[in-house]
């Protein structure tokens, strides 16, 4: 019997450091005291904080996940002016075949196709209106193109529209994900069947214990400042694993 060694897989090791992330708001006791229930008003306050911080951490993700320069050459397409999704007036234009490719490019690398797919709401929006799209869920005898429909056509099994908005001078809203899809295999193993070898796309490495909510005491007791801290850093690992079609919209 001939025994054949297997030779170990290549591995790359990335440092990481995770950051400090605190946002802060205060309650001076005549709020306290004229308040209808107080601590309702907290948990109310709370919640806030909590929200911005994790739009906050949202927006690094979505950053780092729809810059091309975070993709290798062969897992990136751009769409131009020519191939647009939402001019439905240039008939070659397909985008379940740009993102059946996508799958393609992904499955020659890691073997596998990937599971989730990240989609900003304007390019969705040009996808599910789309007559190549429309035709195919038609045919398909499917009730409406939405998630459901879009997830049966391209096999993924994960689809998530972003939503998320921001405002930086808090009247005007800007989209946290814009015109671009995202292709990546996620592990979504049992935690007893998980390891940190599988070709993963994107890790958020978070410091035990966070985030955390704690207040404290100003101006002899008279205002009382409520604290949000969480400590992370969110990385890219896996470039193989990841596909990025950008731009898709232009008119």
Excluded at 103 to 125: D, S, V
Aim: aromatic content about 8%; hydrophobic content about 35%; some cysteine.
């Amino acid at each position: 019997m001939q025994t054949e060694q297997y030779p170990p897989s290549d591995l790359n090791y990335i440092e990481y450091e995770t950051l400090e992330h605190d946002i802060e708001t205060a309650m001076d006791y005549l709020e306290i005291e004229e308040a209808f229930n107080a601590q309702m008003l907290e948990q109310h306050l709370t919640k806030e904080l909590m929200d911005i911080l994790l739009l906050g951490r949202e927006k690094t993700a979505a950053d780092i996940a729809q810059s091309a320069n975070n993709y290798i050459s062969d897992l990136k397409k751009v769409i131009t002016a020519l191939n647009a999704w939402d001019d439905y007036t240039i008939t070659t234009v397909d985008p379940i075949m740009d993102i059946l490719d996508g799958k393609t490019a992904i499955r020659q690398l890691i073997g596998i196709y990937p599971n989730t797919m990240i989609i900003g709401e304007t390019a969705y929006k040009a996808l599910v209106n789309h007559p190549k799209v429309t035709a195919r869920v038609e045919f398909s005898g499917l009730a409406k193109v939405g998630n459901k429909a879009l997830s049966e056509l391209l096999e993924i099994p994960n689809i998530h529209v972003g939503m998320s908005v921001y405002s930086t001078d808090g009247e005007t809203f800007t989209d946290v994900w814009t015109d671009n899809v995202i292709l990546a295999y996620v592990d979504k193993s049992d935690k007893s069947r998980r390891s940190e070898y599988n070709p993963s796309y994107g890790y958020t490495f978070r410091k035990k214990n966070n985030p955390v909510i704690d207040t404290y005491e100003e101006n002899g007791s008279k205002i009382k400042v409520i604290r949000n801290t969480d400590n992370y850093c969110v990385k890219v690992t896996a470039t193989d694993a990841a596909y990025l079609i950008s731009d898709t919209n232009h008119l």
